[in-house]
């Protein structure tokens, strides 16, 4: 930065008005240099965070109990209920009888 003039004022002010501006620059690039970083606030932050978190958590676990029942639970209950429409009781003692299983009863054989 140049000003080439003579001692006049109009050539004076426009030096005053150049260097205020230089100095300006340098005095808002000093305060940002000597800044630190906010510190974060400590108070109230686990109420703030549970208060975000924690209707998303318990969403979340009824979505996985609702996945867990329907995915899981009512297949296996169908199951055993298919199982036990046709189960013989009986029948399958006395298969397991004739196969020499039990100790306690022979087979009919013998």
């Known amino acids: 930065m140049t000003i080439r ?29 000597k800044m630190s970083l906010a510190k974060p606030v400590m108070r109230g932050l ?16 009824l ?19 298919d199982f036990y429409k046709n189960y013989d009781a009986t029948k399958e003692f006395n298969n397991m009888r004739e196969a020499g299983i039990f100790e306690s009863v022979r087979p009919t054989g013998k």
């Open 63 to 81: 979505m996985a109990a609702a996945a867990f029942k329907f995915g899981v639970t009512e297949p296996r209950k169908r199951a055993y209920a």
């Open 46 to 61: 686990l109420g703030k965070r549970l208060r975000f978190h924690l209707p998303i958590a318990f969403a979340l676990s």
């Open 5 to 33: 003039c003579t001692t006049s004022p109009q050539c004076l002010e426009a030096f005053l008005v150049k260097y205020r501006k230089v100095l300006q620059c340098l005095t808002f690039a000093d305060q940002y240099s």
